[in-house]
């Protein structure tokens, strides 16, 4: 039965709209921008001419980034750290949290066990220490060198945890009672139940794999093997290099762009696909917001 709504509610409602779509529009304009600087010649954008329309449109920002090899070659080493990487950390995660979410009557010791995972929230290793494990391990300059080191993510494991232990335990003791072991429990009762948590962290996932720089300069030696955001944080220091050292030709050809405007577009270009993405998959973030945050 529908319910007449005051009139209190509805200005509630209208405030309430206004508001987001404030809030919406303020957290697209800085994408706005940043096309419309990399859209727009070397002039307009080193003047600061350009507002929320290109000034001088031009394509040559990702004309000079698609004819790079590099770039494409980067594209494919995120796309495999992304895959990879996602993978790995989802399966940790999901068998790491299933005994943890676990009572201390059922598993002896739990809480010891949990504390020294939450430890590694607030204290890490170092950088030079970490860099040094990995070097004595042999994962430097390889695609492995991005993945393992932070295979197993503690916040994600938390969050995987607090969902597990929120699911009726009659469940469990139901299958246990049919003769399942715990493996068939973690993939048969806990996996189908747990798809909305896992899309959410999975996402988390993803996100960070395809953001992160630094570890890529840190411990890949050979650029042929640098992922997307890597590359492109040292492409405007070598297009610096190559421009002091090219012909009037080849300059004129490249006129229309600067160190800003080839700024702006590998940035927008870093964010487009989890720009593409998301809207997608945006309900598994809201949902992402309450997993695991109700406790027994």
């Known amino acids: 039965m529908l319910h007449k709504q005051s009139f209190s509610r509805k200005i509630f409602v209208v405030f309430n709209v206004l508001l987001l779509s404030c809030i919406t529009i303020l957290g697209i304009i800085p994408f706005v921008h940043l096309l419309s600087v990399s859209l727009s010649s070397n002039t307009a954008a080193m003047a600061g001419e350009v507002k929320l329309w290109p000034v001088g449109f031009t394509w040559d920002a990702y004309v ?54 939450a430890i590694t929230m607030y204290f890490g290793g170092g950088l030079i220490p970490t860099y040094i494990i990995v070097k004595n391990t042999g994962l430097i300059d390889s695609i492995w060198a991005l993945i393992l080191p932070g295979a197993l993510n503690v916040w994600n494991m938390v969050l995987m945890l607090n969902f597990f232990r929120n699911i009726p335990r009659e469940l ?114 809201v949902k992402g917001m309450t997993v695991g945050s109700v406790k027994e």
């Not at 770039?71 to 949290?97: H, K, M, P």
């Not at 943890?100 to 066990?113: A, C, E, G």
């Open 172 to 285: 469990d003791e139901a299958a246990t009672i049919d003769g399942a072991g715990h493996w068939r429990v973690l993939w048969q009762i806990y996996l189908p139940v747990s798809l909305p948590s896992i899309a959410t962290i999975g996402l988390f996932t993803v996100v960070g794999h395809w953001n992160a720089w630094f570890d890529g300069i840190l411990y890949l030696n050979s650029p042929e093997r640098y992922p997307l955001q890597t590359y492109l944080s040292t492409l405007i220091m070598s297009l610096n290099a190559q421009m002091s050292s090219m012909s009037l030709e080849q300059l004129k050809v490249m006129e229309n762009l600067s160190e800003k405007t080839i700024r702006t577009a590998q940035i927008f270009m870093g964010a487009l696909p989890i720009m593409v993405v998301y809207p997608f998959l945006q309900r598994y973030f």
């Open 64 to 117: 000079y980034l698609g004819e790079k090899v590099e770039f494409f070659r980067s594209l494919g080493v995120s796309i495999e750290r992304v895959l990879l990487g996602s993978v790995i950390n989802l399966l940790l995660v999901f068998i790491t949290a299933f005994p943890l979410s676990k009572s201390n009557d059922q598993f002896k010791f739990r809480t010891v066990y949990v504390w020294i995972f």
